[in-house]
């Protein structure tokens, strides 16, 4: 199984702030991650795939880096939507796609 | 604009089979080749990938889950469909159905509570 680890669980920001999410695979896999924001009650919203691509519509705020076994998201200015849950997701194996454990997004 | 829904009993009880349904709206089911799968979040915990399929019928599910899970398509009716056997109150979760293995349209989501 590849395991991704998300640091760190919950992380207090205020609005204007830059921030930054890691996520670590257990093993290598290339580029093949994703990164989703999830609101409560609300289905994930996919922002960032194949490690930096922007998904059509999210705005450019937002940012994914990395390759291997370490990536991340950063968040360039925190605007007042961006507080919410966040998770990166591995696609290297069409027969094992993992999750993270999630990092939650908090107001300071 | 693609659109999915998720249907289903909102209640199933233990060691018995929970069966979802996936509609999809707006696009055809076999006009693509994307495949369509199953997410689910326990509450107030994570996402878990339960498995995807291609709408010719090819699956690939979730090893600790894979004894237990069967996805099915019916393109005549764009629709697919989930079914996880013997159930425990760890199944209790709401349900996704999404495109694509790197989910851009997901349904709302159904919570499905595994109670006696």
């Known amino acids: 199984d590849i395991q991704m680890t998300q640091s760190p669980s919950t992380l207090s920001a205020s609005v204007g702030d830059r921030v930054t999410i890691t996520c670590r695979a257990s093993?290598?896999?290339?580029?093949?991650l994703a990164w989703y924001q999830q609101k409560p009650g609300k289905a994930p919203k996919l922002l960032i795939y194949d490690a930096s691509s922007l998904e059509s519509g999210v705005p450019s705020r937002f940012s994914g880096s990395g390759s291997g076994t370490e990536f991340t998201l950063t968040i360039s200015s925190l605007q007042p939507d961006d507080f919410a849950t966040y998770y990166c997701?591995?696609?290297?194996?069409?027969?094992?796609?993992?999750f993270g454990q999630g990092t939650r997004l908090e107001i300071k | 604009q693609l659109q999915l829904q998720e249907s289903g009993p909102g209640l199933v009880k233990p060691s018995e089979t929970l069966s979802l349904t996936c509609s999809v709206s707006g696009g055809s089911i076999s006009n693509t080749n994307e495949y369509w799968g199953w997410i689910r979040q326990p509450p107030g915990k994570g996402l878990e990938w339960i498995g995807n399929?291609?709408?010719?019928?090819?699956?690939y599910y979730n090893p600790s889950l894979k004894s237990r899970v069967t996805m099915s398509v019916d393109t005549s009716k764009n629709q697919f469909y989930l079914n996880l056997s013997s159930v425990t109150t760890a199944d209790t979760a709401v349900y996704f159905c999404?495109?694509?293995?790197?989910?851009?349209?997901w349904g709302q989501g159904t919570l499905v509570t595994v109670s006696s």
């Open positions: 093993q290598s896999i290339s580029s093949w």
């Open positions: 997701q591995q696609y290297h194996s069409y027969s094992l796609i993992t």
């Open positions: 399929i291609f709408y010719r019928g090819r699956t």
């Open positions: 999404a495109r694509r293995r790197i989910p851009d349209y």
